[in-house]
């Protein structure tokens, strides 16, 4: 009886189905500024590879992710960059992310070394935009997804909510 109540229930858990593996290439970070706001850095974006359900693609290069080290644990991310599929379809990407991590850990992270990624907290909420018919639906929609960072490299998984 409860998973027919849950099946009609409008504010049910949304569930999530897998949309895309993302692999960006990043460069060396650049510090901004730091004041009472944090540190800010911006990360070129390099290139990469996607693959998703019936479609792979590359990362563009040219595109940046946006750093706020809010705190010695806390960072706040904002990456922009764009996709192009096998097929030439090209996507906007906007991902807006939160990595946390005890302090140390943290440290070694902005200090571009190697971390397991158990001890790290990394959750986003991408959006896109497209003018690709058969990708339309994506712009329609909302997103969430899990990262890690290696040191030249981040690896994303990106999930529709349903």
Same mark, same amino acid.
């Given at each position: 009886?409860?998973?027919?109540l849950?099946q009609?229930?409008?504010l049910?858990a949304?569930?999530l189905?897998?949309?895309a593996?993302?692999s960006?290439d990043?460069?060396?970070p650049m510090?901004?500024s730091e004041?009472?706001?944090?540190l800010?850095?911006?990360?070129?974006?390099?290139?990469g590879h996607?693959?998703?359900?019936?479609?792979?693609?590359?990362?563009l290069p040219?595109g940046?992710?946006?750093?706020?080290?809010?705190?010695?644990?806390?960072?706040e991310l904002?990456a922009?960059?764009?996709?192009?599929?096998?097929? %030439? $379809?090209?996507?906007?990407?906007r991902n807006?992310?939160? @990595?946390t /991590? &005890?302090?140390?850990v943290m440290a070694?992270?902005?200090? %571009? $070394?190697?971390?397991a990624p158990?001890?790290?907290?990394? @959750?986003? /909420? &991408?959006?896109?935009?497209?003018r690709?018919?058969?990708l339309r639906?994506?712009?329609?929609?909302?997103?969430?997804?899990?990262?890690?960072r290696h040191p030249?490299?981040?690896v994303m998984?990106?999930?529709?909510?349903q």
């Amino acid at each position: 009886m409860a998973s027919i109540l849950q099946q009609n229930d409008p504010l049910a858990a949304p569930r999530l189905t897998w949309f895309a593996d993302i692999s960006v290439d990043v460069g060396e970070p650049m510090v901004l500024s730091e004041g009472a706001q944090g540190l800010r850095r911006v990360v070129p974006i390099l290139g990469g590879h996607a693959k998703g359900e019936g479609w792979t693609g590359r990362v563009l290069p040219g595109g940046a992710d946006f750093q706020r080290i809010a705190s010695d644990t806390v960072s706040e991310l904002d990456a922009r960059y764009g996709l192009e599929t096998d097929a %030439g $379809d090209r996507i906007y990407v906007r991902n807006r992310a939160m @990595r946390t /991590a &005890p302090a140390e850990v943290m440290a070694q992270l902005l200090r %571009g $070394d190697p971390v397991a990624p158990s001890q790290v907290y990394f @959750r986003c /909420a &991408p959006s896109f935009e497209t003018r690709s018919e058969s990708l339309r639906w994506i712009t329609e929609r909302m997103f969430v997804g899990v990262g890690v960072r290696h040191p030249a490299q981040v690896v994303m998984r990106f999930f529709a909510l349903q």
